[in-house]
């Protein structure tokens, strides 16, 4: 995995293009609504949430697919789709463009990776496990969130390479978790067993769970 060099962005009143309506797209625009991004989403079908945005002006959306073209004069793209060819296809206009571009969930195609972000007041906390775990990013997320004391947060850490693992197993297995799933399953238990040094163990009993959880829907 690559180290990334992590940054803040001004993107207020900047051009921001989001392919995709589904629920993943919908996250993903709404911090770039909060951040004052200009937001133009390119999707045939969106959720009642971003189609209500753009009823009320919030964003501009493009009802049909991705064409060459849509990232011109943009400053950010995130790819939100579930077509693969599409996202490669969209990541080589990206580079073409200059344009930093997230693809979700496949990170060889990034040029910036989306971090889990925290805020209370002024102060936003980012946070990114360099791709390999956004489950224990989200961990993390809410660790903090809920008052825990940032030792106790950072703990969770220690499990990236067993929840990286399982995550590179499960894709292969072409098993399918939702997020919420995930967040189940990362617990005190599992982290005490990556932590005495028994990682095998720690990556059996998560893909246990985790498949079982995928077979039970």
Known sequence: MPTYYPVFLDIRGRKSVVIGGGEVAERKLRLLLECGARVTVVSPEATPAVQARAQAGELRWEARS????????????????????????????????????????????????????????????????????????????????????????????????????????LKRRKANVNAERWQECIDEPLLSLAQRGQRQEALDLLLSRLLALAEAG
């Open 66 to 169: 991705y064409r060459p073209g849509d990232l011109q004069g943009a400053a950010i793209a995130i790819a939100a789709t579930d077509d693969p060819k599409v996202n490669r296809a969209i990541a080589q206009e990206a580079a073409l463009e200059r344009v930093l571009l997230n693809v979700v969930d496949q990170t060889a195609l990034c040029t910036f990776i989306a971090p889990a972000v925290a805020r209370r007041g002024p102060v936003t906390l980012a946070i990114s496990t360099g791709g390999a775990s956004p489950a224990l990013a989200r961990k993390l997320r809410e660790s903090f969130e809920g008052g825990c004391a940032s030792g106790c947060a950072l703990a969770y850490a220690d499990l990236a390479d067993v929840l990286s693992d399982a995550r590179a197993e």
